[in-house]
C-alpha cells in the first residue's frame, strides 16, 4: 500500500520546537519532491515547503523562513521538518504529498497522509 506517515505532532507553547516526519510506505522517495503542507482550523490547506532533487527547498511561506527546515533520508525514505521558535499561527495538521516538482498547486499531489495535529499556545 502506498502512503505517508506523518508523525511528531503535538503541543508545545510560543517559541518552541517540533520536529515532524514523514514516512512513505509502498513506494521510494527518491526523485521525488516531497512537499509539507498545513492546514488551520477554518482555513484551506496550504503549502508550508518542499524538497527535491531537482528544486532544491523551496518555500511556499515566507513566515517560516529562518523558523522551519526541511530534510530528507532516502534510506529511511522518510522527510522531516523541524520547526522552530512555533508561533500561534503555525497551529495546524501538518500533511506531506509527494509531486514531480516542488509546485505551488496543491492538486498536483498525491498520496496524501493523515496529518500530524500541531497546536501552538500557552
Known amino acids: 500500500q502506498v502512503q505517508f506517515v506523518e508523525s511528531g505532532g503535538g503541543l508545545v507553547q510560543p517559541g518552541g520546537s517540533l520536529s515532524l516526519s514523514c514516512e512513505a510506505s509502498g513506494f521510494t522517495l527518491n526523485w521525488l519532491a516531497i512537499g509539507w503542507f498545513r492546514q488551520a482550523p477554518g482555513k484551506e490547506r496550504e503549502g508550508v515547503l518542499c524538497i527535491s532533487n531537482s528544486d532544491g527547498i523551496r518555500y511556499f511561506q515566507d513566515s517560516v523562513k529562518g523558523r522551519f527546515t526541511i530534510s530528507r533520508d532516502d534510506a529511511k525514505n522518510t522527510v522531516y521538518l523541524q520547526m522552530n521558535d512555533l508561533k500561534p499561527e503555525d497551529t495546524g495538521v501538518y500533511f506531506c504529498?509527494?509531486?514531480?516538482?516542488?509546485?505551488?498547486?496543491?492538486?498536483?499531489?498525491?498520496?496524501w497522509g493523515q496529518g500530524t495535529r500541531v497546536t501552538v499556545s500557552s
Open positions: 504529498a509527494q509531486n514531480a516538482r516542488c509546485a505551488t498547486w496543491l492538486g498536483g499531489y498525491d498520496y
